[in-house]
Nanobody, 128 residues
Framework: QVQLMESGGGSVQAGGSLRLSCQASGYTFNMAWFRQVPGKEREGVASIDSNGNRNYADSVKGRFTISKDNAKNTLYLQMNSLKPEDAAMYYC?????????????????????????WGQGTQVTVSS
């Protein structure tokens, strides 16, 4: 089991940027960011595997970038051009190496059931 601690959330105006961090207590294979607003299901935002392959939700492609510093066991999410609909509690997750494929195109999973360890979350607020 890996302990995860998120940081970097806050309040920004639409169009602004935030960088989230997630410190893991040990080595991880797949890591991901999920988000959730009250009354809605948890949504996968971005994932990355130990080889650096990435997967993004369509709603954040071109605006968010997921990265990982393996030496520091730290996951990041750079969020640019933030929109009010990006406001949510953001969670870091870690799990085994699992990929999903569409034909020959494979990428790390972004299904919450594929992740075993979760952080407590960090709140992101975006004002219009």
């Amino acid at each position: 089991q890996v302990q995860l601690m998120e940081s970097g959330g806050g309040s920004v105006q639409a169009g602004g940027s935030l960088r989230l961090s997630c410190q893991a207590s040990g080595y991880t294979f797949n890591m991901a960011w999920f988000r959730q607003v009250p009354g809605k299901e948890r949504e996968g935002v971005a994932s990355i595997d130990s080889n650096g392959n990435r997967n993004y939700a369509d709603s954040v492609k071109g605006r968010f970038t997921i990265s990982k510093d393996n030496a520091k066991n730290t996951l990041y999410l750079q969020m640019n051009s933030l929109k009010p609909e990006d406001a949510a509690m953001y969670y870091c997750a870690a799990g085994p190496h699992r990929i999903i494929c569409s034909g020959s195109y494979c990428r790390p999973t972004l299904i919450d059931g594929d992740f075993d360890d979760w952080g407590q979350g960090t709140q992101v607020t975006v004002s219009s």
